[in-house]
């Protein structure tokens, strides 16, 4: 079964300081992953997207890194701003040849910023 | 440059009602994605559209209906509604021959509730 497993379920952190979440899959074949921040009741954006060759990629105060080998991404968020509260969730496509496989999503870790 | 447009953003409707959700893909981006997500709840595939024809389905009920129009466009038609329909419904739209560079773009989503 395709899967999409994130951690920490929450994190709450003092604005200025960085911060790692975690993304394990088992999602197979593997086409991409992407992480998305979510604010409430809004569509996901893009932060990264990565795919099997890619190891590590930045985005700003964003870092992502992928192990195909292990199935296992983590986003860095350096510097963290008040703004940066929001659901990251993990987001990974299967390969289906010719088009575009489904997403599946990691339920997300909720970062919460404070002053 | 737009990004993936959906409208409504809200819509309020009553039991037993229809409801129709309308989602504007990127530019040249082929194929469009419908996903629910209810309150607190990982984002669910509906159906997904690549070049007017239905590519995949998900778990969408045999009431709601979806389709894409010759400008890419797509329409998700719900009848009947439900309470437990009640969900934020977005869109993604991707251009399937840059599969592993580009991808799925997230509209904001449409809030419907059940009444």
């Known amino acids: 079964k395709n899967q999409v497993e994130q951690s920490p379920q929450s994190l709450i952190i003092l604005e200025g300081k960085n911060c790692t979440l975690q993304?394990?899959?088992?999602?197979?074949?593997?086409?991409?992953l992407r992480w998305y921040k979510q604010d409430t009741g809004r569509g996901p954006v893009s932060l990264t997207i990565?795919?099997?060759?890619?190891n590590t990629k930045s985005n700003g105060r964003y870092t992502a890194t992928l192990d195909a080998d292990t199935k296992q991404s983590s986003l860095h968020i350096t510097a963290s701003q008040l703004s940066d509260s929001a659901s990251y969730i993990c987001?990974?496509?299967?390969?289906?040849?010719?088009?575009?496989?489904?997403?599946?999503f990691g339920r997300g870790t909720q970062l919460t910023v404070w002053p | 440059a737009a990004g993936v447009i959906q409208s409504p953003r809200h819509l309020i409707k009553e039991k037993r009602e229809t409801a129709t959700l309308k989602c504007y893909p990127i530019?040249?981006?082929?194929?469009v994605y419908w996903y629910q997500q209810g309150p607190g709840q990982d984002p669910q595939f509906l159906i997904s559209?690549?070049?007017?024809?239905?590519?995949d389905k998900g778990s969408i009920p045999d009431r709601f209906s979806a389709q894409q129009f010759s400008d890419y466009h797509s329409e998700l038609n719900m009848s009947s509604l439900e309470l437990g329909d009640s969900a934020l419904y977005f869109c993604?739209?991707?251009?399937?021959?840059?599969?592993?560079?580009?991808?799925?773009?997230f509209g904001s989503g449409t809030r419907l509730t059940v009444v």
């Open positions: 987001v990974v496509s299967e390969d289906r040849g010719s088009t575009l496989g489904r997403l599946y």
């Open positions: 559209f690549y070049e007017k024809m239905q590519s």
């Open positions: 990565m795919t099997f060759s890619e």
């Open positions: 993604a739209s991707s251009l399937v021959s840059r599969r592993t560079n580009y991808g799925y773009t």
């Open positions: 993304c394990n899959y088992t999602v197979s074949p593997f086409s991409n």
């Open positions: 530019s040249r981006h082929d194929t």
